[in-house]
């Protein structure tokens, strides 16, 4: 099944400055949160030079022969006696790595907090604005692309509000600490040890221009890849039944090169970056070492160097220059984070911002349902250019039932979905009791009609919570009771747990005619003025069938009903039939009387009910 190209990101809305938005919308609300883990990492960050630093003032004065003086320590303080020095230099570095500990902790809960709250936060109204969006979106973007916006995309976001904030804030403090440290010991010999970071910066700022169409290129055939295992992995049957493996193992296996060859042109960039990185952070520590060492034996500056350098000062040059080449290789990886997060946040908000979303419409005025009237009046409709439904016009009287027929194709699903308004009619209305159905809100509207497909949906949940699925505060009684009218109460007693056993992907394994009592039931229990049919073609056993038809005949009492109706008797005992082909009703009237015109409809009759076979595939009805 040749995977349907992935093309999210031309339906989604360009986004400016992503990253910015990000942290106007979620992180200001948070912003307690992620000042605490700032604080945190400044200061964490600027303590940890401390030890190294202390360490080689040590040197000249508690292990040399200079006066040990201490920054933020009163002179008074400080001990005459070496041993004395000593201790209160052990002192302080103890008292600078719980310090750095307790820091470094602020920083891991405030940060993480931040970003974790952010993630759900921003997980729930993606997904929001997800199910608000048309239909249409949904049938032109695969669901594996979706939910990779939702985990993939949201989780690349919460990755860079932690660890990007934490790498980030590494650098810039460490960096900036390591330089006032350095400079106020020995400017020059500073400008030695920190030479190496602007040559940093040009690399990082290549390897960011080199890396950024590639990965934009891996992002796009994972999302081939996933797309193509997805309608696979779902159209399993179909790939059995047509003993179609082999050229399926074989499309996948081309999709799978693709993204293996991206994949390797990523990762050969990004591996020859970390040792470049290394490389230019090691040329500074070389330099300082070459610098540092003839000075200090010399005991006089090298070079055109001028002034003075201890021993000691040597040192915490060394143990600094080494602490700052981490933070600078991390930040490729800064770099790398924020340009995913960049992408993803341009798709999340662009999800949030698509237009073609289900009006707001919270404020039309409820539909008011009395008797349950349905008019369709010269009703036209297309999903683009072309009608797909033309002019239709008929009514559907109160508590009466109107069966669909004709050919697939003939747009009898279309004309169910735009009672629903899963799109907007293009002209013409449809109108329950005499209200527009544009002219009411979307909630009552929906709320008014039922309705039972072919492809009854389970959630994986109880089977109790499955047929109480659209009533709030439904009782055990109420669901037993809709369950018996639907026929299938028997069976639901004899799985494992009753009422309570896991149905779905992961839970009891339902059959078809099991599954579309359940979804009878539902609708019974739901009790709307107006039920939409859309009944199944599916094989079942004549008992089944009976029970399924039993259930149904108690669902469609006392409602208004529309039914695309696939079972002889639905359509013999409706009140009405209306045989649409090609988009317009060829023909319209009840049972007797359309067999009687022996037009498309007595055909179609006569092939269901196995009185001839004579008659083209056209009219055949098949499960879309
Ligand atoms: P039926 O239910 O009678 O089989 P449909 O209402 O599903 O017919 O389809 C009517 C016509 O509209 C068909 O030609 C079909 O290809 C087209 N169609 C259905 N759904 C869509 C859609 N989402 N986008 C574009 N065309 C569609």
Redesign the pocket.
Known sequence: MSGQEPDLDTDLEEISYPILRLLREYGTPRRGLLAFGLFGGMFGFLISLIPPTLFGTAIDTVFGSKALSLPFVPNSLIPEAQLGQFHLIIGLIVASYLAEGVLSWIRGYGLNAFAQRIQHDVRVDTYDAMQRLNMDFF?NNSSGELMSVLNNDVNNLEEFLSGGATVFVRIVFTMLGISIILFSINWQMAFVSLIAAPMIAVFTYWFVKTVQPIYSDVRDSVGKLNSLLENNLGGIKVIKASTMEKIEREEVEKMSQQYFDTNWRAIKTRIKFYPGMRILAGTGFILTFIVGGYWVINDQAPFFFTGELSVGEFVTFMLLTQEFIWPMANFGDFVNMYQEAYASAERVFGLMDQSQREEEDDDKPDLQVREGVVEYDSLTFG??EEP?VEDLNFTIGSKETLALA?P???????VVKLLLRFYNIDAGQIRVDDQDIQDVNLKTLRSSIGYVSQDNVLFPESVQENIAYAVENATKEDVVDAAKKAQAHEFIQELPEGYDSEVGEDGVKLSGGQRQRIGIARAILQDPEILILDEATSDVDTETEIKIQEGIEELIQDRTVLA?AHRLSTIKDADKIIV?DDGSIVERGNHEELLEEDGIYAKLWKVQAGETEDVSDYFLEER?
């Open positions: 049938e999903y683009d797909v004709g697939t194709g003939a747009g009898k699903s279309t695309i649409l879309q």
